[in-house]
């Protein structure tokens, strides 16, 4: 790289510190909310991982979408739809119920429960409802593991799209924005990442909006791209790709259940369907979800597929969409277009951020180490900031040369969470009948099967691991739960009842 | 109000709540259906023989961007007319029972 290019830089930074002002200004509001709700410990937990319950329609929906999207469907995805054509943006519509889903499935009744039970956290829910440390504590560590791992590979991402199109060194990259995403978080807790997430939503869907329209003008519209894509490889028009037998049926057919239905048992995701006002702003959410999500998967993913005919050999899929970004824009217009793909990251990274930190402080610190924090503003206070910025680095450490062990973890991450938490979820919030020995046989088949078929079976007729993992991680749950005793009648009555 | 098995009387939110859950389930299962019959089905000839809507061929067209229109529009149609609004916190029983009420005179 020579030098820095400063004026796509200068945008970046000034994005950036806009960063800060919010996290600044929610920690702030969450101070003097939880004061005025009395000032102990719990309340602050509460204000610092929920945001009081607040959210409206617009932010709950920009926040959820936000968090789901990724470094995945912002540069990894588009990248690969560079070379597969079109029958990687028809795998990654596999996405278009994410908008509406989560929040349909879980809806008003999770956050009823959730109310009733004074859930901050997916955790919070599954101690509620199987009262078994067991349980929590399996959850609590799968989230520690799979979420760093996760976090660290999309730092990794953003610090390769940063040197990739400012001309930063790698490690500068990545400290630059690491710093940036853990300090707004340990600052400004659930309302920072929120007012964070919101602005990013937007962010990423005006970033979206401008590369797909500037992509279409410079290739001179749909039906001509499409033609010359066809031209360089019939197969970047079909639904099979360029490659024969790697889209599959049964296996592109899996990503419905991998990115789509099961999307529900995302502890940061679902921590969202917690978290809003009333059930106004839970209608207004699901319309705005639906809409903005679709609009940014289909967008991006075009971007990423016609920009095939625009550049060509683009050596590294994850440097599609910044090669695209400062081909077809100004430098200083480009820096502002980069804030989209940046966003999606962060505003992931902060949601999965105080996830773990919540599992760390909330669900074993305060629960098994020392419960008189509950009642201590002040010293929890400092141990949750303390705890997310000591896990930031640890994240930063992971990414700053990564060790194969996180490269490996990582491609578990979001399968590993779903077999983890998307039964006990579920079926803890609809059937009466789960109880803890099936939750945790659940889990155990779920993880377990699911490492099975990656090592030993990739593709188990013909489909991704995940989807025959999920199916034996329900049968394990139910005949288990079946075969052993009921939940009690307190816990029924607690989340049954008025 | 009636109590159940347990001897305990029910939320009664949770009943819409329940059927709002299922209008998601069924909207996915829908956009499912449509993404892979316009797929395979459309899209499963040579691509010499495709035919084109808007530029797109037409089964991306229908699998992908007629899909998401109707997406969002089942996501309109469920929320503005499928949807009820209620009280999120915990309810007292007489509360409950003019919830029950007021949903009657709704319906």
């Known amino acids: 790289m020579s030098g820095l290019r400063w004026a796509t830089l200068l945008p970046i930074a000034a994005y950036f510190a806009a960063m800060y002002v919010i996290g600044f200004y929610a920690m702030r509001l969450t101070n003097r909310a939880s004061l005025d709700k009395g000032g102990c410990g719990s309340t602050y937990m509460e204000e610092y991982m929920t945001g009081g319950r607040a959210s409206g329609g617009f932010v709950l929906a920009m926040t959820l979408v936000a968090t789901y999207l990724s470094a995945g469907s912002f540069i990894g995805g588009p990248g690969t739809a560079y070379t597969h054509g079109l029958a990687w943006v028809f795998l990654a519509m596999a996405q278009i119920p994410t908008g509406y889903y989560t929040l349909m499935v879980l809806g008003k009744k999770f956050a009823i429960v959730s109310r009733k039970t004074g859930a901050n956290s997916i955790s919070d829910f599954l101690r509620a409802r199987y009262n078994s440390g067991a349980v929590l504590i399996i959850a609590s560590l799968s989230i520690i593991c799979f979420l760093i791992a996760a976090m660290s590979a999309q730092l990794i991402g953003a610090a390769r799209l940063l040197q990739g199109s400012t001309g930063l060194d790698y490690r500068s990259a990545l400290i630059f924005f690491a710093v940036t995403v853990v300090v707004h978080t340990a600052i400004g807790g659930f309302r920072g990442v929120v007012f964070n997430d919101t602005l990013q939503g937007v962010v990423m869907t005006l970033s979206t909006l401008a590369l797909f329209a500037a992509v279409l003008s410079r290739g001179g519209g749909v039906a001509s791209i499409v033609q010359q894509m066809k031209a360089l490889d019939p197969g970047m028009i079909t639904p099979y790709g360029v490659q024969e037998g790697f889209m599959s049926v049964p296996w592109v057919s899996s990503f419905w259940v991998l990115v789509g239905f099961a999307v529900v048992g995302i502890p940061a995701v679902a921590q969202r369907a917690m978290s809003y006002r009333d059930s106004k702003s839970l209608h207004s959410g699901i319309i705005y979800g639906a809409v903005v999500s679709i609009v940014m998967l289909l967008g991006m993913h075009l971007a990423g597929a016609f920009g095939s005919v625009l550049v060509s050999d683009i050596s590294s899929g994850d440097l599609v969409i910044p090669t695209l970004i400062t081909t077809l824009f100004h430098p200083v217009v480009a820096g502002l277009v980069l804030a989209g793909p940046l966003a999606a990251v962060m505003s992931t990274v902060d949601s999965q951020l105080l996830v773990v930190v919540a599992a760390i402080v909330n669900d074993l610190l305060v629960n098994y180490v020392n419960p008189g924090l509950k009642t201590n503003l002040r010293a929890l206070r400092r141990i949750t900031v303390g705890t997310c910025l000591a896990v930031g680095a640890v994240t930063v450490a992971l990414a700053f040369d990564p060790p194969e062990l996180m490269v490996w973890l990582n491609l578990f991450a979001t399968a590993g969470l779903l077999s983890t938490f998307l039964w006990p979820t579920i079926l803890g919030l609809y059937w009466k009948g789960a109880n803890a020995p099936g939750a945790l046989a659940g889990m155990a088949a779920g993880i377990g099967t699911y490492l099975y078929f990656n090592y030993l079976m990739p593709r188990p007729l013909g489909l991704h691991p995940i989807v025959p993992s999920l199916v034996l991680s329900l049968a394990a749950f139910v005949v288990v739960a079946k075969m052993t005793k009921k939940p009690s009648r307190e816990i029924i009555r607690l989340f049954w009842g008025l | ?107």
């Open chain 2, 1 to 107: 109000m009636k109590e159940n098995e347990f001897g305990f009387v029910e939320d009664p939110r949770y009943r819409e709540c329940e059927r709002e859950a299922l209008y998601g389930i069924l909207l996915g299962v829908i956009n499912l259906a449509v993404w892979a019959i316009g797929g395979y089905w459309l899209g499963g000839g040579s691509a010499e023989d495709y035919s084109y809507i808007m530029g797109f061929p037409t089964w991306f067209f229908v699998s992908c961007v007629a899909n998401s229109a109707l997406a969002i529009v089942g996501t309109i149609y469920i929320v503005k007319r499928r949807m009820r609004d209620m009280p999120l916190g915990p309810m007292t029983e007489e509360e409950a029972a003019e919830y029950v009420l007021a949903g009657r005179r709704r319906s």
